[in-house]
T-cell receptor, first 111, second 114 residues
C-alpha cells in the first residue's frame, strides 16, 4: 500500500519570499506523484505531476517540484509567492489503481 | 466546455437517512472517481467507475455504493448515514484511456449529517 506524509500542516510566509512544501511518500511499486491546490469552497486543481522522465517538474502558477527517489520525496517549491497563493496544498501518490492524498499543508502568504 | 459538475452543492441529512449525490464528468471523459474529504483532511478515494462498472474501490463500507450511466454521469449513494459521513464529497473525471494520472475535480458536495 502507498501513503503520503506532508511534513508541515501550516506554512506562513511573507509575500515575494520563496517557499517549500514538503512531501514524503512510501510505496512498494512505481508511482505517479501529484500536487493539487484547493482554494476555499472549491475542488482540487492540479498544479503539477510526475509520471516519468525528468525529475524536475514545472507546473502552473510558477510552482515546481523535484522527484527524489532515494529520499522518497516530492517537495513543492516556488521562488516568490503572492497573496493569491494562499490555499491548501495536497500531495498525492497513485499506482494508477488508487490515489492517496496527504493531510494537506495550509500555505498562508502575508503582506 | 463545462468542467466537472456536481449537485447539490450542499445538503443536510439526519442520521440513518440515505443520500444520493450526482456528478457529470467533463466532456470527453468516461471515468468517474469519488472521494470523501473530511474537515481538515485530505481526500480519501471511495471508488472509480468505468464502463458502468465499479473498477476500483477504496476502504469504505458497502453503505457507500455508486452507479454510472451510459452518458458517463455518476451517482454516489450512502445508506444509513452516520455523523462521521459529514464531509465534502468530490467527484473527479478522467479522459478516455487514462486512469489516475489525469483527473479533473468538481467543486464538491458538502454533506452535513445531524
Amino acid at each position: 500500500a502507498q501513503s503520503v506524509t506532508q511534513l508541515d500542516s501550516q506554512v506562513p510566509v511573507f509575500e515575494e519570499a520563496p517557499v517549500e512544501l514538503r512531501c514524503n511518500y512510501s510505496s512498494s511499486v512505481s508511482v505517479y506523484l501529484f500536487w493539487y491546490v484547493q482554494y476555499p469552497n472549491q475542488g482540487l486543481q492540479l498544479l503539477l505531476k510526475y509520471l516519468s522522465g525528468s525529475t524536475l517538474v514545472k507546473g502552473i502558477n510558477g510552482f515546481e517540484a523535484e522527484f527524489n527517489k532515494s529520499q522518497t520525496s516530492f517537495h513543492l517549491r516556488k521562488p516568490s509567492v503572492h497573496i493569491s497563493d494562499t490555499a491548501e496544498y495536497f500531495c498525492a501518490v497513485s499506482d494508477n489503481n488508487d490515489m492517496r492524498f496527504g493531510a494537506g499543508t495550509r500555505l498562508t502568504v502575508k503582506p | 466546455d463545462a468542467g466537472v459538475t456536481q449537485s447539490p452543492t450542499h445538503l443536510i441529512k439526519t442520521r440513518g437517512q440515505q443520500v444520493t449525490l450526482r456528478c457529470s464528468p467533463k466532456s470527453g471523459h468516461d471515468t468517474v472517481s469519488w472521494y470523501q474529504q473530511a474537515l481538515g483532511q485530505g481526500p480519501q478515494f471511495i471508488f472509480q467507475y468505468y464502463e458502468e462498472e465499479e473498477r476500483q474501490r477504496g476502504n469504505f463500507p458497502d453503505r457507500f455504493s455508486g452507479h454510472q450511466f451510459p452518458n458517463y454521469s455518476s451517482e454516489l449513494n450512502v445508506n444509513a448515514l452516520l455523523l462521521g459521513d459529514s464531509a465534502l464529497y468530490l467527484c473527479a473525471s478522467t479522459p478516455r484511456d487514462r486512469r489516475m494520472d489525469e483527473q479533473y475535480f468538481g467543486p464538491g458536495t458538502r454533506l452535513t449529517v445531524t
